[in-house]
């Protein structure tokens, strides 16, 4: 048999569409795609408006974040006192502008180094290594150590450490703050000296409260004092008259020509009638010279605490030295001496009162400051000329300190124990005299003691 060929394979085809279906297929296609696009279009608009946002809220982040730093920059640099900012193991992240101005370091020489390394001795060295020795170090609270300053000599500080956390409380570092004590101690110092004045200030007020009520008190005695003063002249007066006619009429009984009996004469003797005569003439004269003698003081006390209201009357300004010399002397102690030359007539324009007032204090200070030496003694002079006197009183005391010639004449100064001086005399004194035309220098003698010169233009005459 003749072979075969196998049977030919039949492969089925898929049917050919007809144009205007494969048209059809094709538009939908179109359709679809479209609509893809577009969406995809809607989401990367929204995802860029997005992004523009974004980037806005950030870049206003940026703008926060760099004013923030800008401002804790600031505060930083304008901070007295040094900051440190140490990580965990003490090693330096930053510094500020005060703590470099006192070491004399920069920045970039500070980051890095140990904190220790800051510090001028071992102590001081160790302490700070304590700082970050624990797990947890605890905050420290005004721990004085030595620094080395910008010529490496030690400069105590008090420092004060707190510890520095992440944001989920992890130790991260330490943040070591601190001030020079040399500044505290200043301000102490200032603060307690303020304190000082003011209650040496209430202390003053308070005093011249008393002094202005006793000047007042006086015043008001000296006036009232008047009226028994002139009664007992006035009536020492008059019993001088009636001595002197007793007495002539004792001596008319008892003369030659008039007979008196035994009994008379027995009674003059026993009375000691002779003398009583004999002394009746000194008693009234002890009394007369001690009741001008007060009028005298009552005077003066007038004089001083009156409250003149014009002060273009012409007085002896010889007479006021005198006087308040005289009242000085007789109140203080009997060693202190004052030498007064003076020419008798000194004419100035003013108010006498007030210048008693400021002679007296002068002579007061000079007492006061020659308490101590073996012979105090004031020595006052005076020069005219130019138609200006000059009064010189010089004391042989220890003078005064020279940085406190600057200030003699404030108020309220005084170098006197709190109680024995108001501080307010020589300051009185100085307006005083500037209200008078005139000057209140005060200086050392080059031979030991102070001296003041108080000059005043001298008047034409005197009344």
């Not at 024995?420 to 500037?434: F, K």
């Amino acid at each position: 048999m003749a072979g075969t060929d196998p049977p030919p394979v039949r492969r089925l085809r898929r049917p050919l569409r007809d144009p205007e279906s494969l048209a059809d297929t094709q538009s939908g296609l179109d359709e679809v795609g479209e609509t893809v696009w577009v969406e995809v279009i809607r989401k990367m608009d929204e995802v860029y408006n997005d992004l523009l946002q974004y980037e806005v809220v950030l870049e206003q982040k940026n703008a926060a974040l760099e004013d923030s730093q800008q401002f804790i920059e600031s505060v930083l640099a304008s901070m007295s006192d040094i900051l440190i900012v140490c990580n965990r193991h003490g090693t330096i992240q930053e510094v500020n502008d005060s703590l470099r101005r006192c070491i004399g370091q920069d920045e970039s020489e500070l980051r890095g180094r140990p904190l220790a390394d800051l510090f001028a001795d071992d102590g001081s060295r160790q302490r700070a290594r304590d700082f970050f020795s624990a797990a947890r170090p605890a905050a420290v609270q005004d721990c004085e150590l030595l620094i080395s300053g910008r010529d490496g000599s030690p400069l105590p500080v008090s420092l004060n450490c707190t510890p520095r956390l992440s944001g989920t409380g992890k130790l991260v570092g330490m943040v070591v703050t601190g001030r020079p004590v040399g500044e505290l101690r200043r301000a102490y110092h200032a603060l307690r000296q303020a304190h000082e004045d003011l209650k040496r200030t209430q202390q003053q007020l308070v005093q011249a409260e008393k002094m202005a009520s006793l000047g007042r008190l006086v015043a008001g005695v000296a006036h009232e004092l008047n009226n028994p003063i002139s009664f007992v002249l006035g009536n020492v007066l008059a019993f001088r008259r009636y001595a002197a006619r007793l007495q002539t009429y004792i001596e008319a009984v008892h003369s030659d020509h008039c007979q008196s009996s035994p009994e008379v004469d027995r009674l003059r003797q026993e009375l000691r009638i002779d003398r009583i005569m004999a002394d009746l003439e000194p008693l009234l004269d002890g009394m007369t010279e001690g009741g001008e003698r007060t009028r005298d003081i009552v005077d003066g006390l007038k004089r001083f605490s009156a409250i003149d209201r014009s002060v273009d009357e012409p007085f002896n300004l010889a007479d006021v030295v005198a006087r308040a010399v005289r009242w000085v002397t007789r109140a203080g102690p009997s060693g202190f001496q004052v030498r007064v030359d003076l020419p008798a007539e000194l004419p100035v324009t003013g108010s006498s009162g007030q210048m008693q007032q400021v002679l007296m204090n002068l002579v007061l200070n000079a007492r006061d400051a020659t308490c101590g030496c073996r012979a105090p003694l004031l020595e006052i002079t005076a020069l005219v000329a130019d138609g200006t006197v000059s009064l010189h009183l010089a004391d042989n005391g220890p003078g005064i300190e020279p940085a406190n010639l600057s200030r003699l004449f404030d108020p309220f100064f005084t170098t006197k124990p709190v109680g024995q001086g108001t501080g307010l005399g020589l300051s009185i004194s100085y307006g005083i005299v500037e209200r008078h035309g005139g000057r209140l220098e005060a200086s050392n003698r080059p031979q030991g003691g102070a001296l003041f010169i108080l000059s005043l233009p001298l008047a034409q005459s005197m009344p």
